[in-house]
C-alpha cells in the first residue's frame, strides 16, 4: 500500500555525517509509523530507529543515541535520519520501513520495505 524509496547514502570517514531522506508514496501516509534498518554484509537486519505516525514519538537502539536523529515531515510524505558521528561499525544497508501505527511496539513488525541505501565508513 506504500512504496519506499530511500536516498542519501555515500562513502565518508568516520566522525562524519550523512543525511538519509526516504520518499513514500501511497494513500495515508500519516497513518504509518516509520522505522529505520540497516544490514551488513553477512549480518542479520538490525534495528536503527522508528518514529510514531504523528512524530511525538521515537525509539532507538542503544549504539545510536546521542549520534542518530529520526524525524518525519508527514506534509511532504518524508521520513529523515540524520546520523552524526559516523564510525565504521555503522557500514551497512539502510532501509526504510512502514507499518500501521497500531498494534506492536515501535521497533517491531514492519511489513513495508524499500530497496536500501549503502553507507559505507572508513576510518
Known amino acids: 500500500q506504500v512504496h519506499l524509496v530511500e536516498s542519501g547514502g555515500g562513502l565518508v570517514q568516520a566522525g562524519e555525517s550523512l543525511r538519509l531522506s526516504c520518499a513514500a508514496s501511497?494513500?495515508?501516509?500519516?497513518?504509518?509509523?516509520m522505522g529505520w534498518f540497516r544490514q551488513a554484509p553477512g549480518k542479520e537486519r538490525e534495528f536503527v530507529a522508528a518514529?510514531?505516525?504523528?512524530?511525538?514519538?521515537?525509539d532507538y537502539r542503544d549504539s545510536v543515541k546521542g549520534r542518530f536523529t529520526i524525524s518525519r515531515d508527514n506534509a511532504k510524505e518524508m521520513v529523515y535520519l540524520q546520523m552524526n558521528n559516523l564510525e565504521p561499525y555503522d557500514t551497512a544497508v539502510y532501509s526504510c520501513?512502514?507499518?500501521?501505527?497500531?498494534?506492536?511496539?515501535?521497533?517491531?513488525?514492519?511489513?513495508?520495505w524499500g530497496q536500501g541505501t549503502q553507507v559505507t565508513v572508513s576510518s
Open positions: 501511497g494513500p495515508a501516509f500519516g497513518g504509518y509509523a
Open positions: 518514529i510514531s505516525c504523528s512524530g511525538a514519538g521515537s
Open positions: 520501513a512502514a507499518k500501521r501505527g497500531a498494534g506492536s511496539a515501535l521497533r517491531r513488525e514492519y511489513v513495508y
